[in-house]
C-alpha cells in the first residue's frame, strides 16, 4: 500500500508538471473536461507512422495523423474519405486515382499537398523495415513484401512509377489486382506525413540521390518519431520515457473538433496504482488487466461504466522459435536439463507436447470469466475462411507425455530442459496464461523447467531482439479485414512472426499463396480450411481462446458505446480522441 501511495503522488506530479508545460504552451483550457487521462502498462516505442506497428503507438498516432481514407463508424468493410475526398480505379483494378483534399494544415501549419502523400508512400516502400507493417503495402504496390536490399528488382523507378502525383491526384498503380488494397490504405501505417517538416529534420529527403541509403533504415528512434507533424486533431506536446502528452490542434480541418483539450497517456507497471487512479478519478481509462479484474476490483463501482460483449479481431498464441539466436534464452544451450539447443522447437513433438499441455478451459474460466471459446487456428472466427467444422486442440496431459517422450528421440523425456519464455511486462493475463502452462508443463516431469520473464513492450517486438526469444505471446489486430492478414502473418515464412519463428514450410507458403490469389470465395473457404489443418499438425502455436472484448471508462466520458466502437482502432475505446467528450 505504502509503495501505491509513493506511485500515486509520482503520478500525479508528473501530471500536474505536463499540464502546467501545456499552459506554458498556451494551449490547455480550464474546464473538468480539459484532460483525457489514459494509463497503460507499456510504453510507446514509436510516434513515426513509417515504423508503428504496435497498438501502444498506434493509439498515439491514429489521432496525430490521418490517412487517406478509414472506416466508417463501426464498419470493418465499408471505407469514407480523410485526406483523398474521392476515388476511382480502372477497370482491372490496378490503377488508383486519388483527389485530394484542400485546405488542410499540417501541424506544423504546412499546407497538405498531394507531394506530401506522394513522399508518404514513396517513404515507406524504400524504408520497409522488419518493424514496420510496409510488407503489405509494398506487396500491393510492387509485387513484393521485401525491401531493396532483400529484393533487387525494386528500383527507384519502379517506386516512383508506383506512386505519383498528377496535380493534386494521387495516382497509385500495382502489379495486379488486390481486393484489400483500399483497406490497406487505412491502416495507420499508411498515414500521411508532413514532407517539408520531415525533411527539415533529418528524415529521407525523397529524393532518387538518396534513396538506397534509406533502404531498410530502422525508424523507431527516428527524428520524425520525436518530432511528429501530421494532420491529426490532436498534435504532440511532449514524450518522455513515462508519458505521452497531447493537445488538440486549433487547425484542424475536420467538422468534428475536438472537445477534450488535453491528452496523457501514462506509463503505470503497477496494476494496483492504476485501479487506484481510475477508481479516484484520476484516470478516465485504463489497462485493467482483465475480465477477472474488472469483476472484481471495478464493475459496480461509483464513477465506473463497462462495455462488454464487444467484436474481438484479436488473434493470439504463444509462438516458439525453431532456431534461437545466439545470446537469447538458451540457458547451457544443451538438452542436459539446464537450458534448451537453439533449435529445441524444430522437434514438431516438442511442440506438440506444449499445445496439448496448455489448459484452454481453466483459461477461460479463471481469466474470461466462462466467455469466449476455444480457436482451432489463429484467425478471428468472425472472419471468412474460419472452418467452424475443425476441431480446436484439447488439453491432455497424457497427449503432451507421450509427444515429449518421442521428442527428440527421447532426450527430451531422458535429460529434460529448462526454458525461459517472456511476457510483456504488466500484462496480468499474459502472465496467467504462461503460469498455468509452465504449471501443466512441470508437472509432466520433474526434470522439466520453465522461467517466467518479464520484459518491456518495445524490446520484444523489435527485430533485433525476437530471434533471441525462445516463447512469446504472439498477437494480432488486423491491419485490414482479410483473412490473409492473419494467415500470412502467422503462417507464411515471410510473413510478420514466420521469420521470428524460424519455421520454414513450403507446403503452408503454397496454399497461402494460391489463397490469396484467387477471388472465388468458396475457393479460398477450401484453402484456408487446409491451411488450419496444417497448422494444427504442425503445431506452430499455443493458440489462445477468442474472448469478447470488454473494457471499463470514467461514466463521464460521452462517445464510448458499441455503434462507435471498431476494433480496427488501436485505442481501447475503439473510436478517436476527437469524438469524446469529459463533463
Given at each position: ?26 494551449n ?77 494544415k499540417?501541424?506544423?501549419g ?45 528500383t ?30 487505412a ?65 484542424y ?13 501514462q ?5 494496483a ?6 477508481l ?9 488487466g ?148 509452465k ?15 518479464a ?115 488501436a ?13
Open positions: 500500500m505504502k509503495r501505491n501511495k509513493i506511485f500515486g503522488a509520482v503520478a500525479f506530479t508528473t501530471l500536474a508538471m505536463t499540464l502546467a508545460a501545456c499552459n506554458n504552451e498556451g490547455a483550457s480550464d474546464g473538468a473536461g480539459s484532460t483525457l487521462v489514459i494509463q497503460e502498462s507499456a510504453d510507446i516505442p514509436t510516434l513515426d507512422p513509417g515504423t508503428t506497428y504496435d497498438t501502444a503507438s498506434g493509439q498515439v498516432v491514429e489521432n496525430l495523423y490521418e490517412t487517406l481514407v478509414g472506416y466508417k463508424g463501426s464498419s470493418l468493410t465499408e471505407l469514407e474519405p480523410l485526406l483523398a475526398t474521392e476515388w476511382e480505379a480502372n477497370d482491372a483494378g490496378t490503377e488508383y486515382r486519388f483527389t485530394l483534399r484542400e485546405g488542410v499540417f501541424h506544423s504546412n499546407d497538405f499537398t498531394c507531394a506530401d502523400a506522394e513522399y508518404t508512400l514513396r517513404r515507406n516502400l524504400v524504408t520497409n523495415t522488419a518493424d514496420s507493417g510496409n510488407w503489405f503495402i509494398s506487396e500491393s504496390l510492387l509485387g513484393t513484401p521485401a525491401n531493396a536490399n532483400d529484393d533487387k528488382s525494386v527507384w523507378q519502379r517506386i516512383t512509377d508506383a506512386v505519383k502525383c498528377d496535380g493534386n491526384v494521387l495516382v497509385l498503380k500495382l502489379p495486379k489486382t488486390d481486393p484489400a488494397f483500399l483497406a490497406k490504405l491502416y495507420v501505417g499508411q498515414a500521411i506525413v508532413d514532407s517539408k517538416h520531415a525533411t527539415e529534420i533529418g528524415e529521407w529527403d525523397g529524393t532518387e540521390a538518396t534513396w538506397k541509403e534509406a533502404v531498410g533504415q530502422d525508424l523507431m528512434g527516428s527524428p520524425l518519431a520525436q518530432k511528429p507533424s501530421g494532420t491529426g486533431a490532436y498534435k504532440l506536446v511532449g514524450k518522455d520515457a513515462t508519458s505521452v502528452t497531447a493537445t488538440a490542434f486549433d487547425g480541418w475536420g467538422e468534428q473538433k475536438p472537445s477534450i483539450k488535453n491528452v496523457i497517456i506509463k503505470v507497471p503497477e496494476q496504482a492504476r485501479i487506484q487512479a481510475f479516484k478519478g484520476d484516470a478516465d481509462f485504463i489497462e485493467e482483465g475480465r477477472p479484474i474488472i469483476s472484481s476490483q471495478l464493475s459496480g463501482k461509483d464513477g465506473v461504466a463497462v462495455l462488454d460483449d464487444l467484436p474481438n479481431t484479436v488473434a493470439a498464441g504463444f509462438s516458439m522459435n525453431q532456431n534461437i539466436a545466439k545470446g537469447g534464452a538458451l540457458g547451457s544451450g544443451k538438452l542436459d536439463g539446464q537450458g534448451i539447443p537453439a533449435n529445441f522447437f524444430s522437434d514438431v513433438d516438442v511442440r506438440r507436447g506444449f499445445v496439448a499441455a496448455f489448459d484452454v478451459p481453466t483459461y477461460i474460466e479463471q481469466v474470461q470469466e466462462g466467455k469466449g471459446a476455444a480457436r482451432n487456428f489463429l484467425l478471428p472466427d468472425s472472419f471468412p475462411g474460419y472452418d467452424t467444422n475443425l476441431e480446436a486442440p484439447e488439453f491432455n496431459p497424457e497427449v503432451a507425455r507421450a509427444a515429449f517422450q518421442r521428442a527428440w528421440g527421447g532426450q527430451v523425456w531422458e535429460n529434460g530442459f529448462t526454458v525461459s519464455i517472456s511476457y510483456r511486462a504488466g500484462a496480468q493475463t499474459q502472465q496467467t496464461a504462461m503460469e498455468l502452462l504449471k501443466n508443463i512441470e508437472a509432466l516431469n520433474p526434470k522439466f523447467r520453465v522461467n517466467i520473464v520484459k518491456e513492450w518495445s524490446e520484444l517486438i523489435k527485430s533485433d531482439n525476437a530471434p533471441k526469444e525462445a516463447m512469446i505471446l504472439s498477437a494480432w489486430a488486423p491491419d485490414y479485414a482479410d483473412p490473409d492478414n492473419f494467415v500470412t502473418t502467422f503462417y507464411a515464412s515471410t510473413g510478420y512472426y514466420g521469420p521470428r519463428l524460424n519455421a520454414k514450410d513450403p507446403e503452408m507458403d503454397a496454399l497461402i499463396t494460391e489463397a490469396r490469389s484467387t477471388t472465388d470465395q468458396a475457393k479460398r473457404d477450401e484453402l484456408y480450411a487446409q491451411i488450419a489443418r496444417r497448422a494444427q499438425d504442425q503445431a506452430y502455436y499455443v493458440v489462445m481462446p477468442a474472448s469478447p472484448t470488454v473494457f471499463t471508462y470514467r461514466d463521464n466520458i460521452s462517445g464510448v458505446g458499441e455503434a462507435t466502437f471498431n476494433p480496427m482502432n485505442f481501447r475505446a475503439g473510436t478517436y480522441w476527437k469524438n469524446l467528450s469529459k463533463s
